[in-house]
Every structure is written in C-alpha cells, then in structure tokens.
C-alpha cells in the first residue's frame, strides 16, 4: 500500500512553517495516540503514520530531502540486508545545491537515517565529576549566627575496588580489535560505493573494551555512595545563597577531578522583622501621649531589647535607625541597621473625662492638617 503524502498525513500545505508543523502534530498525536484510544488498531495505526510524518517534516535536513524526493528517498533496501537507505538514481550534485550542504557531509546525515540513533563516541579523556546541588533550610537565628551541620549525601564515588581503572585489578583496557583502536569502522553505503566512517559499536568510539570489568562497579569506575557531609553557613545568608563545598560532588571519569557541592539555602520568614538585604524593618505602636510629648521607647532587636529616644512631637510613620541592629555582613565586617517606624494608636473607649480633655486640646490647638490641601486644589483649578 502506498503511502500518504506526510502532508497530508498532518493536514498541511506544503509550505508550512515548523510553528505549524508542531502545533499540527501535537493535535494529532493527542487525538489518535494509543492511551487515549486502547484497544483501537486503527488509531494506533494513525498514530505511528503521524509519528513517522512528523519525524521527517521537523528535521530541516530530513523535510529537504523528502521535498526533493518523496518518498523514495526514505526507501529501505531490504535486498542488502545492510539496513541502508536506496538512494540509487539520485543526482547528488544537484541535490548538494538544493539542499545547501556538501556530498561530503553525508556520512553524518545517513547516520541519523541507519537504524535512527548515532552512538556517541566515549572517549578515554579525563572527565569532570558533575556538581550537585542542595537545598538547606535556615532559621532568622541561623542567618544572624551562622550554622554548623551536617547533611546526608548521596552521591558518586570514585571505585574502592578497582580505583577508577574500571577493570579487575590485575587487568587493563584492551584495544578494540573490530576498529583497531580508533574507535571508528567505516561502513559501504549502497551504491555510492565508498566508506563512510561509524562510530564503532563494539567500544562505542572509545577504541578500547573491558574484557574484565571490576566486580564492585561493573566496569563504571564509580559507585554511589551516601556521605554525612559537613557544612558551614556563614552568617547573613539570604535566600539563594550558594556555599561551595569543594570535591563533594560526582566522582570524575578516568581521572576526572570530583565536582563540588553546592548548599543553596532557603531562610525562613520572620513573624516581626522585615529583611532587605542586610537591614531589618520593623513597626512599632506608640501612644498620641508619647508622640506629642516625648519617650523613652525599649524596642525589640535581633540581639535583646533596645532603647529609643522618641523626641516630642513625633509623627505617625516617622521612621527611626538604629545602627548596626540588622543583619552580619557575609562579606567584611558590621552589620546592616534595624529601621523602626512608628505608628500612632489612638484610644479607644474614652469616658466623658478623656473627651473633655482631648477637646480642650483641640481648642488650644485649633490648626487644621489638611488645609495646605485645599490650596494645592485651589491652585490647580486656576
């Protein structure tokens, strides 16, 4: 049975852009795919006509390729038994110009069409442990005085047993005898007649193979491993602070140095204190008697009670500062400051005595606050 123009198959014109061609298949594919459908041979059918579609029109390469030549470029040559691709026929100096890479590069591109997946090749050159990162909690007493713990850590280490040689001690890595050590076979294309280099299959382009893999690792080198880890956190840690722990990460490959560790801490709101950067806000009531008159105010800090000279005549939202009650600097010496602002409360529930008193004071003090309003107001209806 011949097949469906991809196209068609995904419900579009030609010319269609990659935008159009996911969103049309993503459609598709959530309409016909076999979860949704079980049981049903035909959508399964559809789905595997839509997949294949797809896999070809979102690949630049692959969508060239098949404008040019349909079908038939995509053709197995079951006769070989090779598993190549027939491009017997095919003009390829006209199809380097149309398709914009050289013959030349081919080896690559068969690649992605032989059996699918290229295998990549794993070199024998030292690799880097990767770093790991973990997520500490921290209380508002942490951040102030800093923390000394420790954590539990799974992670790779380099193999006791056999050093991180990856065979049986005793035993090396041999030479790969299907490449001859350089970890590449070159494999005749059809009709072109010529060999294109592969990635060897037997070592995977490492050019050597493990004919005695050690016992503990299984031939890796490294092994997992849990860890009580010790860990500093400096004072003045905020959210997202990254501490270094170095060598504590992923044992490297082949020699490789390990990673590091790194604790990113993540710090606990306060209920009272209110942190930007290394400073602290806070708010704090005080009565009309001490805002006209004056106090001497104690105030709550991160080290005990403090006092606070509240001069007379205070405003509510009046913001005050006290230097060196906020945060440790995680880089140099002192602290950030603690900044009070303060809020008047009036009473609530006066008797007839605290009323007359208070309108005494009114009539003593008859000035109104809001009249500078009332100019601006005037001056701009002017």
Known sequence: MAKRDYYEVLHLKKGASEKEIKAAYRKLARKHHPDVNPGNAEAEAQFKEI???YQVLSDPQKRAIYDRFGHQAFRRDAGRGQGVWDFSGFDFSQFSRTVGFDVGDLGNLFGSFFGGRQQTPQSQEPVDGKDIQYTIDLSFEDVLDGLNTKIMLQHTVTCSHCKGKKTEPGYELETCSNCQGTGQVKVTAGFLNVGIPQTCSQCQGSGKVNRHPCHECHGK????????ISVKIPAGADNGTKVRVAGKGHAGENGGRPGDLYIIT???QHPFFER???NLYCEVPITITEAVLGAKLVVPTHSGDASMILPAGTQSGQKFR???KGIPHMKGAGRGDLFVTVKVVTPQNVDIRTSELFREIARLHPENPREHLFSKMSGVSA
């Open 266 to 268: 993540r710090v606990q």
């Open 276 to 278: 930007r950067g290394d």
């Open 51 to 53: 997949s294949e579609a």
């Open 322 to 324: 006290l230097r060196g």
């Open 221 to 228: 080198g490294v092994q997992q491993q849990t860890d009580r």
